[in-house]
Structure formats: structure tokens, C-alpha cells
């Protein structure tokens, strides 16, 4: 046990708090707002170890921004590739959506403001299109074996298809 830790603590405890936090706070608020201190508080840790665990504010936002995408690519590939039909695996992504709203909430939400937060700050453009390319990479795969199945119109853009789907669900 590291000096200062709790007794029933590990690092990686300790480190999911802090990222649910940074989760929460994030998306329920601008990213000036947010601060190493409040992130501490609402994880139940102090700034050391915020600090500690991500180096700075913008290392702990991109960490929560790649916790946020693994999490709803979980919850999207077992809904979408529990189905044999592109039909049925359309739907299971919108069930993503439904059940992260109903159960992650802070999960959407946060994702909803990292993009945002993406658009207008060019140096995280290039990590925010890395991140978003497995989700698209879910939807084109739906789209292409669809296509392959005889479900889908074998002249069908995939490309435009899949920005649809996306823009669809993002509403």
C-alpha cells in the first residue's frame, strides 16, 4: 500500500473514480468550469492525485474522452452485433443510445460536449476523429454486410449512409 492511499483503495479504484468524475463534471459543464480541484472532490480524492493519475486538466479530459468512447463502443457493438439483419442491427444502435441515456447518462452527455469541445480545439481534432472512427467503423460494418446480405441496396454510398445513421442518433 502506497503512503497516503486508503487501505481498501487501488490505483485502478482510484483512477476509475476520478474518470467517472471528470465524466460527470465535464458533461454537465463547460471545460473552463471544471477544475483538478472539484474533479478531487467529486471522486473523493485530492488534486495530488488527480494530478497524479493524469498530469494536467487536458490529459484527464482527453482520458475521460477515450473512457467515454470505449463505453459506448461496449454498449453499441453488444446491442448492434446481437442482431443478424441490418434492420435489427440499426435498431440495436439506437437501443445504445437508449439504454447509455437511461443507465450512462454521463456517458452521452459527455461525449455530446467532447465533440464540441473537439471542434474548437484543433489539437484535439486529430484524437477526437481517431476516437470517432471506431464508432463509424461499427456503422459501416452494419452497412456493408447489409449490403452483402441483399438487405440494403447494393448501389448504396456506405459513406453517406453511415454519416446519416450518425448524424440521425446524434439528433
Known amino acids: ?38 474533479v478531487g ?6 488534486k495530488r492525485t488527480v494530478r ?9 479530459f482527453v482520458a475521460a474522452r477515450a473512457e467515454a468512447f470505449r463505453r459506448f463502443v ?16 440499426l435498431q440495436g444502435w439506437v437501443d445504445a443510445y437508449r439504454h ?7 456517458v452521452v452527455r459527455f461525449l ?7 471542434v474548437t480545439e ?3 481534432q486529430v484524437s477526437l476523429v481517431e476516437a470517432g472512427s471506431e464508432l463509424f467503423g461499427v456503422l459501416s460494418q452494419v452497412v456493408e454486410e447489409g449490403m452483402a446480405a441483399g438487405e440494403l441496396h447494393p448501389d448504396l454510398d456506405v459513406a453517406a449512409a453511415v454519416q446519416l445513421v450518425a448524424a440521425i442518433s446524434i439528433g
Open 74 to 89: 461496449a454498449e453499441a457493438r453488444r446491442r448492434v452485433f446481437a442482431h443478424d439483419t441490418a434492420r435489427a442491427r
Open 1 to 38: 500500500r502506497g503512503r497516503g492511499r486508503p487501505a481498501a483503495t487501488d490505483s485502478r479504484d482510484t483512477r476509475a473514480r476520478i474518470l467517472d468524475a471528470a465524466l460527470r463534471l465535464f458533461g454537465n459543464g463547460s471545460y473552463e468550469a471544471v477544475s483538478m480541484v472539484a
Open 112 to 118: 455530446g460536449f467532447a465533440v464540441a469541445e473537439g
Open 52 to 60: 497524479y493519475h493524469f498530469g494536467s486538466k487536458r490529459e484527464l
Open 122 to 124: 484543433p489539437a484535439d
Open 41 to 46: 472532490e467529486e471522486s473523493g480524492v485530492d
Open 100 to 106: 447509455l441515456h437511461a443507465f450512462d447518462t454521463d
